[in-house]
């Protein structure tokens, strides 16, 4: 079978933002690329070279100029109605700010349970609170969680949180966009391990965004470096930090003074 675990197939995506100054930027400007079941794509880049766009862009939480999109072998960018329903619940996002997905005044029980009342209505209340546990408990949060608030828990038991409101509909594609940029260095590596950790678990396809190469490093298994609104390089994880091919790649790892090729290996040391 050719192309059995292809999940993601992006052509040539564009999205331009009007300017107050009556000009356009194009913030995604001719973007393609497959992910594959299982992997990891990293999107790398400054702050401003459009990853964050084209996270939205991806997950239709804004409307595209140009391009095609087809995801689980369906045409999703034109997706409608149930069909649309049906993808979207196995492509699911998570938000440098859990504060973007988590509402602060809704208890963790009902937050987590939400998608679960949209997607799966038929659940009775037994199962959609095994399945809100369940969720809970592949974050390492527990039970005493479910009757809580938002505010109530650190910075990264939110992102945990949000990665298991994320999970609790069972999709095969998370995007992540810079889900740990606004954590310290050491909770974000607990937050990058349990990614690490889930990806395992349940089989996941990550489309991980974000601005570190340090963070890219612990989990790519692919790298597409983005400039621009343009990927500039893409290739295997090793391969692009070890061999950057592209001078805008080789200055920002050349900025980078140690970088983690795999667990407990590091570049130059
Ligand atoms: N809603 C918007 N309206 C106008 N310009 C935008 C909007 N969102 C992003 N941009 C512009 O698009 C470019 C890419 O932004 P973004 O996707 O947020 O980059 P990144 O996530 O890589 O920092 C930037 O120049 C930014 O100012
Ligand atoms: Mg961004």
């Known amino acids: 079978m050719t192309n059995a675990s292809l999940l993601l197939h992006a052509q040539g995506l564009v999205k331009n933002f009007a300017l107050p100054d009556g000009g356009k930027i194009r913030a995604v400007d001719g973007v393609s690329f497959d992910l594959n079941a299982g992997e990891t794509l990293a999107v790398v880049g400054e702050s401003g070279s459009g990853k964050t766009t084209l996270a939205r862009i991806l ?9 095609e999109a087809t995801f689980l072998g369906a045409d999703w960018l034109r997706a409608r109605g149930g069909a649309l329903r049906r993808l979207r619940r196995q492509m ?19 937050a987590i349970g939400e998608p679960l009342a949209i997607h799966e209505p038929s659940l009775r209340g037994a199962e959609r609170a095994t399945r809100i546990l369940e ?20 910075g990264g038991q939110r992102q945990r949180l949000a990665i298991a409101r994320a999970l609790v509909l069972r999709p095969q594609l998370v995007i992540a966009d810079e889900p740990v940029s606004a954590l310290d260095p050491s ?3 607990q937050i990058l391990e349990l990614l690490g950790r889930l990806q395992r678990q349940f089989g996941l396809t990550y ?11 612990q989990l790519a298994t692919r790298i597409a470096v983005m400039r621009e609104g343009k990927i500039v390089e893409m290739g295997a994880a090793a391969d692009v930090l070890q061999h950057p091919a ?6 920002l790892v050349a900025a980078v003074p140690e970088l983690p090729v795999a667990p407990g290996r590091f570049l130059g040391a």
């Open 59 to 67: 997950a239709r939480i804004e409307p595209i100029d140009e391009g």
């Open 92 to 110: 699911q996002m998570v938000f440098q700010d859990p504060y973007g997905s988590l509402d602060p005044l809704q208890r963790v029980d009902s």
């Open 135 to 154: 969720a809970l408990e592949a974050v390492g949060l527990g039970r005493e969680a479910l009757s809580r608030y938002p505010h109530e828990f650190s």
């Open 187 to 189: 909770i974000g590596a």
């Open 207 to 217: 489309l991980l965004i974000s601005h570190s190469f340090p963070v890219v490093a």
């Open 246 to 251: 592209h001078p805008y790649t080789r200055a």
